[in-house]
């Protein structure tokens, strides 16, 4: 299995930007998949999740009404819609995708992990 997460950059304050995450090797349609960053010196944090139909989706409270998850299970793949970006917002974004189908809250495991892609926020 491999996750393979694209999209990140340089962005002024306020700038959007899309993440995008492919998973390949088997499919996720029935699993929760999300977002996690890690800014340097920090901890690991949840951003995102969104379950198997796309139906639910979770959010940090630092990025609600900012970002948006969404999911393409035709193409195995999640985004990470952010707008409104801040400074604080500076992290490595990392996707994840849970061995079963249900969300168990912003601490649960997570099995399978992509790479990382850095997202700097100017201000």
């Known amino acids: 299995v491999q996750l393979q997460a694209s999209g990140g950059g340089l962005v002024q304050a306020g700038g959007s930007l899309r993440l995008s995450c492919a998973a390949s090797?088997?499919?996720?349609?029935?699993?929760?998949m999300g977002w996690f960053r890690q800014a340097p010196g920090k901890e690991r944090d949840f951003v995102a999740a969104?379950?198997?139909?796309?139906?639910?989706?979770y959010y940090a409270d630092s990025v609600k009404g900012r970002f948006t998850i969404s999911r393409d299970n035709a193409k195995n793949t999640v985004y990470l819609q952010m707008n409104s970006l801040k400074p604080e917002d500076t992290a490595v974004y990392y996707c994840?995708?849970?061995?079963?189908?249900?969300?168990?809250?912003?601490?649960?495991?997570?099995?399978?992990w992509g790479q990382g892609t850095q997202v700097t926020v100017s201000s």
């Open positions: 969104i379950s198997g139909s796309g139906a639910s989706t």
């Open positions: 994840a995708v849970k061995g079963g189908s249900i969300y168990a809250g912003p601490d649960s495991v997570y099995d399978y």
């Open positions: 090797g088997r499919t996720f349609s029935s699993n929760v």
